[in-house]
């Protein structure tokens, strides 16, 4: 990936996960097909258990003392968030987003709360 300075306005860097929409019916069937072998079992994508229901059970999940990535991951961004807010700031004449990941948007309302 090259610098963020070089970058056009309207620039979209995708650093991973553009595929999805277009192979999601061919990951579907491939594991509808695929059978249990060797201990492989075949998995459904997880883009199909995400509905409403399953979101929140994840946000449960993820909220538990137990699941410490979300909880370190929060305390980072409140610790950091000003100065990650500022690094993407410096050229006024440039906007950048910034995705932490898709399933809990509180981390990323941290950093923009800083914008």
């Given amino acids: 990936m090259g610098s963020l300075s ?13 595929s999805m929409p277009t192979d999601l019916d061919v990951r579907l069937r491939d594991a509808l097909k695929s059978k249990d ?7 459904l994508p997880d883009e199909f ?21 979300t909880r370190d991951e929060i305390a980072m961004f ?10 993407f ?7 950048f987003l910034l995705d932490i990941g898709a399933g809990y948007v509180p981390r990323l309302l941290i950093v923009l709360a800083n914008v």
């Fill in 89 to 95: 700031a410096r050229d006024s004449k440039k906007l």
């Fill in 37 to 43: 072998e060797g201990g492989k079992k075949p998995v």
């Fill in 6 to 18: 070089n970058t056009e306005n309207g620039t979209v860097l995708d650093i991973g996960g553009s």
């Fill in 49 to 69: 258990l995400y509905n409403d229901l399953g979101l929140e059970l994840w946000r449960r999940i993820i909220s538990q003392d137990e699941f410490y990535q």
């Fill in 78 to 87: 409140q610790a950091n968030g000003e100065d990650i807010a500022k690094r």
